[in-house]
């Protein structure tokens, strides 16, 4: 992610959009670092202007993303700003409560074995609406069916919690929030065999991350390391 001043001394980023050989050439755990990097970048405050026409024009005849990034909907999680990067640099797939589905699956293949991309991230956010929904048992149109994609995780925090199970209660909404994200994560290798056989032959991985609204960091948690941070939330709040 090369920077450069533009006449007006603000960081601006290179221009140069990513090639199909500078993709083949980064790794999964490559990625993961360049993410934190403009996220410390982000969190920071040290931001520089993502895009410009030049870039714009240099992306035209094709993409190689080094991520896929699939995030829910909120106004609040700008995907793109977060890990300050550009065009031509991640996929995004949005969705309330970054649930997956065949779309989704669908979208998150074509990211990776058609376009190259290196990895995927499922990341939730603090204070979702879509999980307090789930939590709330709202009922209405066609969201009913995509809270449904939420229930297990929201039925799964509920084992051995000691506290309210209610919206209100913050200590059960994070709680539901890294289920959920673990949730999902598991549902993309158990229902696209094609990721499945890429991350276990180590061409991608496929980490959860979850946006903290107020500090504006993301923390990225991978196989393990997911079920021990819920886990500890239990520990720290419920036990």
Do not use: W
């Not at 793109?80 to 309330?96: H, K, L, N, P, T």
């Not at 993309?188 to 991350?199: C, D, G, T, V, Y």
């Amino acid at each position: 992610m090369n920077k450069k001043q533009n006449k007006n001394n603000t960081e601006m980023k290179n221009n140069k959009v990513l090639t199909a050989e500078e993709q083949s050439k980064l790794t999964p755990n490559k990625v993961i670092e360049i993410l934190k990097r403009g996220n410390e970048a982000f969190a920071d405050n040290r931001l520089a202007l993502q895009n410009s026409i030049e870039r714009v024009q240099n992306a035209v005849n094709g993409q190689h993303p080094e991520a896929v990034i699939l995030s829910c909907i909120d106004s609040r999680v700008p995907v793109e700003d977060i890990f300050q990067c550009g065009i031509g640099d991640i996929f995004v797939a949005r969705v309330a409560g970054n649930i997956v589905n065949p779309d989704i699956l669908g979208s998150l293949e074509y990211a990776c074995k058609v376009s190259g991309a290196k990895l995927i991230v499922v990341m939730g956010h603090e204070h979702c609406g879509a999980i307090k929904s789930a939590i709330d048992d709202v009922e209405l149109g066609n969201i009913t069916g995509l809270l449904s994609k939420i229930k297990p995780a929201v039925n799964q925090s509920k084992v051995n919690f000691k506290g309210e199970t209610t919206s209100g209660n913050a200590a059960f909404v994070e709680k539901v929030c890294y289920a959920n994200m673990e949730l999902m994560v598991n549902e993309i290798r158990k229902n696209s065999p094609i990721l499945k056989a890429m991350e276990d032959k180590g061409e991608i991985k496929i980490v959860g991350a979850i946006y903290g609204l107020e500090s504006g960091k993301v923390e990225f948690f991978e196989k393990n390391k997911i079920k021990n941070i819920i886990e500890q939330l239990s520990i720290r709040f419920f036990s």
